[in-house]
């Protein structure tokens, strides 16, 4: 009887086949996919967009605020140092930088408002002024049209004392 050799073949369980990636896997692990770019972009959007918001709103508040301060305080105590000074109200904003003909060089002391005041608002508008004024208690009115640059609405911003 001839010898028979029996060979059995065991697993090697220590041996791993060589991973196959699937289409799908490859396609997805060499970038993006277009839908994730466009999430990606509308969020980029988004956030820019109440930036942009946000900024808007702050830079038409301090337009407003600087405003305020400009005609309640600069304008407002340059012309009440010209009555103190010269004894009457200036009958327009351009006597507070230059002598008045009708006013003695001695009583006009100096110019009450920096040259490089600028007599518009930071919408363009010129400041307005007004003696006697109809407004405020102080004798005079002087004023920005505002935002909207139209005189006698809402959103005026001047020496009186705004109805609540």
Known sequence: MPFLLILTTTKN????????????????AAGFTLVEIMIVLFI???????????????LSSSRVKTTDLYVNDTLANAIKQFELNVGRFPATLGDLLVCPSDVSPAKWIEPYLDDRADDTDPWGN???????????????DVWSSGPDGENGTADDIGNWRKAE
């Open 13 to 28: 369980t220590t041996m791993k086949k060589p991973y196959k990636r699937s289409k799908h896997r490859r396609r997805h």
């Open 44 to 58: 980029m959007v988004l956030i820019a967009a109440v930036g942009v918001g946000s900024f808007r709103a702050a």
């Open 126 to 140: 010129l400041y307005q002024y007004v003696t006697p004024g109809q407004r405020s208690n102080t004798g005079f």
